[in-house]
């Protein structure tokens, strides 16, 4: 059976060590080609629990952490000041938004609505926030990428269906990134925005 736990602030500090090695293993892999290390993962996160309405969803199948998923406030300064700003140029209020982060399904998992019930619970936690609209960011990679595979299937259908629409508002972002030659470098990736009113 599948449960899900929600966290906020500082109560997601015991799962700080399993999700910094959720996002090690699944941002490695395409579209994100993240070649990260655990001490800044577990350091990243930490800002997490300063931020009050910071949220953390864990689902579980039994004991079994199977999925995690996160969210703060857009106008957090854990965010920067660089998207805020976009926002602003773009007509948008940074204090109307509250951010999706990371959405990490283990692969035996997808494909059981675990990620349409995480993105509901998210929206709902915002919505008692008092947020208007929710954002998220996701990498964008060429079609013909060396290193895509032929298996891969993009999420912006589900996103789409979810409700999301993608802006015309695009930031990059420089990572380790796993290069096609197996190497990694340190490159710049671009993100673009996705929101929905709620």
């Known amino acids: 059976m599948i449960t899900f736990e929600r966290l906020i602030g500082k109560e997601i500090e015991p799962y ?7 996002r090690l293993n699944d941002f490695k892999e395409f579209p994100y080609l993240y070649d990260g290390n655990l001490e800044h993962e577990r350091e990243n996160f930490q800002k ?3 931020e009050e309405q910071s949220l953390l969803i864990v689902a579980k199948d039994g004991e079994k952490v199977i999925a995690v998923s996160t969210g703060i ?3 957090s300064p854990f965010m920067g000041k660089e998207s805020a700003d976009l926002f602003l140029q773009n007509g948008l209020n940074p204090k109307d938004f509250y951010y999706f982060a990371e959405t990490i399904i283990l692969p ?8 349409r019930d995480l993105y509901k ?3 709902d936690f915002a919505r ?3 947020y208007k609209e ?6 964008e990679r060429e079609e013909d990428h060396p290193l895509r595979p032929d298996t891969y299937k993009s999420p912006k259908n589900f996103w789409g269906h979810l409700g999301y629409e993608k802006l015309d508002i695009s930031v990059s972002f420089e990572y ?11 490159a710049s990736n671009l993100m673009f925005f996705w929101k929905k009113k709620i």
Do not use: H, L
Request: glycine share 10%; proline share 5%; aromatic share 16%.
């Open 16 to 22: 700080v060590e399993q999700f910094a090695w959720f």
């Open 121 to 123: 619970m998210k929206e």
């Open 176 to 186: 380790p990134t796993i290069q096609a030659s197996g190497k990694t470098e340190m």
């Open 73 to 75: 406030p857009f106008d």
């Open 134 to 139: 929710v954002c998220f960011i996701a990498v």
């Open 48 to 50: 997490y629990m300063d």
């Open 108 to 115: 035996e998992y997808r494909g059981q609505a675990i990620g």
């Open 128 to 130: 008692e926030m008092g």
